[in-house]
């Protein structure tokens, strides 16, 4: 729409899918929680969401102001593929599926198949985003975001983890340090070994500092108006290690 | 502002025709580009200059408006996507002779100095008092913290909305 008021796209169509009663909302169906493409900020920040599915509703909090997050939606910030999305380190930490249809038919993709580049997503001309289907994990989420100030902030970086109990698994997601969102792999798979899993906890200090500077040496982010590479590397260091304790704690 | 200019190549535009619910009124609007935000809409199609335009972007909250009962920020929102939804400007919000309560606290505190963005403001209060009619310091400022103003530097904002919310709790005790 910004890109609309500036006059540098104008529409030869447009096709309003507010008002597709499948398209909004979220619903749980069986371990899964499906969430519209439609379904606002706003709506995430609901608690009965957030008890479901935490990181989203944390991170859709920090999205703008009240008037965006009115407004704002999931698909949308699927459909954009910024760096910056704030929806898209939880949504690659919780391993996401995304239904695409067209009249070709259905698709479920990845969020990593999805979001090819800054601003680039694998998205036909002729398909729209129906819906974002994540499990309702057994464990906490933690998301935290690292900006200029509280509100109407792009993301420096992101940081969004996710204690997969069951599987006993320590997933971790970095925004706006890299073209797409990125999953710390070498960094998960260290700490899960770390984690004591009957009562979760890390009885090592240093294991948690270590654990920062994997995550941190798996960023690989750009100097640009917002900061510079070295800050953000160091912020998602600390950030993950503080998501990390937040979750144990 | 923007949206007046002569698209390239020119004449090739979609014209729209709809019907708005703004205030509680139907209002129609003909011969509207498709593009064109709900913003744009109020003031140059039905001139209704109450909703400002200063960032059509987002960024400021000047142009906020109430879409069923929610603030958006109206230079965001296709107008033709409002077709069936209840629209509430400032106008709206004032009563026919005078103010609102939340408009004269915003008077009594001396919250307005330019007054740009004491619209999108009055529209973020209203909201916030109905949700939270005991709304903490903390929660008016979150609930306008997508409304700039360059002026006051928001300490009175913040007591005006918090004076009229008091006010309304006073009066709702008393009867």
């Known amino acids: ?249 | 502002m923007r949206n007046c200019e002569t698209p390239a190549g020119g004449g090739d535009e979609l014209l729209a025709q709809y019907t708005l619910n703004v205030n509680g009124k139907a209002c129609g609007v003909t011969k509207g580009r498709v593009e064109e935000s709900l913003l744009y809409v109020l003031r140059e199609r039905l001139g209704m200059t109450g909703t400002k335009n200063a960032c059509d972007q987002g960024e400021c909250g000047s142009c906020t408006v109430l879409l069923d009962g929610m603030a958006v920020c109206s230079c965001l929102v296709l107008a033709a996507s409002a077709v069936g939804r209840e629209i509430v400007t400032v106008e709206g919000l004032t009563p026919p002779d005078g103010l609102n309560d939340i408009q004269q606290a915003f008077v009594d505190h001396g919250a307005v100095q330019c007054g740009f963005c004491t619209p999108g403001l009055i529209v973020a209060a209203e909201v916030l008092l109905r949700d939270r009619p005991d709304a903490s310091t903390l929660e008016i400022k979150e609930a306008i913290s997508g409304n700039l103003c360059r002026c006051t530097g928001y300490g009175r904002v913040i007591s005006a909305i918090a004076g009229a919310a008091e006010a309304r709790r006073e009066a709702q005790g008393g009867c």
């Open chain 1, 1 to 249: 729409m910004v890109e609309v008021n500036y006059s540098q796209r104008r529409p030869s169509t447009v096709i309003s899918i507010d008002r597709i009663p499948e398209l909004k909302g979220w619903r749980q169906n069986g371990d899964r929680i499906e969430m519209g493409a439609c379904m606002t900020y706003s709506e995430m920040e609901d608690p009965l969401f957030a008890a479901y599915v935490p990181s989203l509703a944390q991170a859709a909090r920090t999205v703008g102001s009240p008037q965006i997050r009115n407004a704002g939606t999931l698909g949308g910030n699927l459909a954009t593929a910024s760096p910056a999305g704030d929806t898209l380190p939880p949504l690659a930490a919780l391993n996401a599926q995304i239904t695409l249809r067209s009249l070709r038919g259905e698709r479920i993709t990845t969020l990593s198949n999805l979001i090819t580049g800054v601003k680039s997503a694998n998205l036909g001309r002729d398909e729209v985003i129906v819906k974002v289907s994540v499990e309702a994990v057994d464990g906490p989420q933690e998301f935290l975001k690292a900006g200029t100030r509280n509100a109407m902030v792009i993301s420096v970086a992101t940081v969004a983890l996710v204690l997969d109990a069951a599987r006993r698994q320590v997933r971790i997601a970095l925004g706006s340090v890299s073209p797409v969102p990125l999953r710390a792999s070498a960094a998960e798979g260290w700490i899960a070994d770390q984690v004591n899993w009957e009562s979760p906890s890390v009885p090592d200090k240093e294991a948690v500092e270590h654990f920062g500077e994997l995550v941190a040496s798996a960023a690989t982010p750009i100097t640009d108006h917002r900061s510079t590479s070295g800050y953000r590397s160091h912020a998602v260091g600390v950030m993950a290690k503080r998501a990390l304790a937040r979750a144990l704690s």
